[in-house]
Every structure is written in C-alpha cells, then in structure tokens.
C-alpha cells in the first residue's frame, strides 16, 4: 500500500517501533532464534531507510530492553554479535548515509567494545539531522528511576531546587532530552503490550499494533500504520 498524495504531508515527526517476533519467525522456519535477530536486523535498516524517505526526523527502536537479559547466553551473545556488526558497518558508512546516532538506555552493561562503538557513533553522528534512537539495555522505569536520581544529585548539590520541577525539566533529565515525544509507537508480532518502552514519552502517543512478525515488516507496513495513525483523531483531553 503506497501512502496517498494526500496523506505524505502529515507524517509523524517521530516514529517508535518494539521490534518484535524474530524468535517466532525463526521458529516457524525450524531456524535458531539468532536467524531470526539477523532477519530482524535486515528489517531494521530497510525500516530506517523507509522512514527517511517519508521525512520521518526521528526513529526510535526498541533494540533490546532491561529484561532481555533473561534469555540464554548463547541468544544474548548472538544479538550482542549483530549489534557489533551493524555499528561496525553503520561507522563505516556514516558520511554516506548522514544519520544521527542516539543510544537510549544504560550501556554500563555491554561489553566494553560495544559500548565503545556505540559512543563513537554518536559522537561521530552529532550534527546529522535525520535521528534514530537505539534504545539498548533499555526499560522505561529505568529511565525514570535515573533522572529521579540524577534530579536528586543536583538538588543535593545546590544546583537545583525541587520547587522547579516541572514536566519539562524532568524530562530534560530523561535519555530522550532534546527529542519531542513520539506520535505514532508501533508494535508489530501481534503482542498487545507496551513492554516497559518509553513509559514517559508516550503519555499522548497513537499506538498501532500489528499481526506482522518484526522480520517480516516491510515499507508498505509502516505506511498502513501510519495511514491508521492519519485516521485517529487526536484529542489532547480536548472535546
Ligand atoms: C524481539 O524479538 C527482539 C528482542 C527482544 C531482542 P523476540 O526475540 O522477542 O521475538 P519473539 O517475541 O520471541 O517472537
Ligand atoms: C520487547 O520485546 C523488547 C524488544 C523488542 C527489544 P519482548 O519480546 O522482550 O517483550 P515481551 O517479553 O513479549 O513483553
Ligand atoms: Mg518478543
């Protein structure tokens, strides 16, 4: 489905996907739960390079959360391996491909290479303007819980009082700091959950869950989301 004339105009500034379903998609082919992360990567950049043609400024991905280290090493160590591949490449190929590199989430628990190229793209990436944020060992009240933290910090050392705390500023505390909340949040694989993902930042986004596994997610996907997105009417607490 090709997005109408019409629609192209009022697509979302910020798009976040939950990439699910790899496991399910390499089980229903009788292949390892790995192939099925590398399929689900391969639809990340196809997904990426979709939505920079639709003018999409910000992508933000759910890469892997906080509870996802509950899975078996070997799973673990695959996804890990992918992620190292795909910045290795992503670092090569920066000045071509102009994109902004943002990681959501604690990287004190990956491996200190990982953690390495992840810094080096965002450094590398700062003044290119299309976004996407990877959200890795990520979990939203995690978030929250840190820039509580943080917000304390500088409250104990003088440089904040807690009467100004508001909304902004406590978002400003938040991974997600200078990026405006996303619109549209899509889950695909057919789970009808939010997972822990950006529990403050989509307190007014449309939500579109999809009956499509994560490998198999194509442009025509993410346009019918966000033609449904074009259809919702947005209220705001309004009447
Ligand atoms: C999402 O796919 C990828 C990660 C959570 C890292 P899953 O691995 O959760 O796939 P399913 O849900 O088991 O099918
Ligand atoms: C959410 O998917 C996390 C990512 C896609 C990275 P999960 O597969 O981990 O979520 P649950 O376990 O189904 O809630
Ligand atoms: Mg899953």
Known sequence: MALSEKNITCVP?????????????AKKRGLPRTAGHAAGAE???????????????????YAFSTENWKRSEDEISGIMR?????LEEALQDMEQNRVRFCFFGDLSRLSP???QMCLAAQSRSADYDVQVNF??????????????RQFARDVQEGKRSPEELS???????LYSADVPDPELIIRPSGELRTSNFLL?????SEYVFMNVLWPDFGPGDLDAAIEE???????????
Do not use: P
Request: hydrophobic share 40%; with cysteine.
């Open 229 to 239: 997105y074009q259809r919702r009417n947005r209220r705001f607490g309004g009447a």
């Open 13 to 25: 500034r910020h798009i976040a996907i939950i990439m699910d379903g790899n496991g399910r998609w």
């Open 43 to 61: 639809a990340f950049r196809r997904i990426a390079n979709h939505c920079r043609a639709r003018g999409v400024k910000y992508l933000t991905v």
């Open 113 to 115: 290479k990982l953690r």
């Open 135 to 148: 959200c890795l060992n990520y979990g939203g009240r995690l978030e929250i819980v840190q820039a509580a």
């Open 200 to 204: 403050w930042q989509s307190a007014y």
């Open 167 to 173: 909304e902004e500023l406590f978002s400003s505390y």
């Open 82 to 86: 992918l992620l190292g591949k795909y």
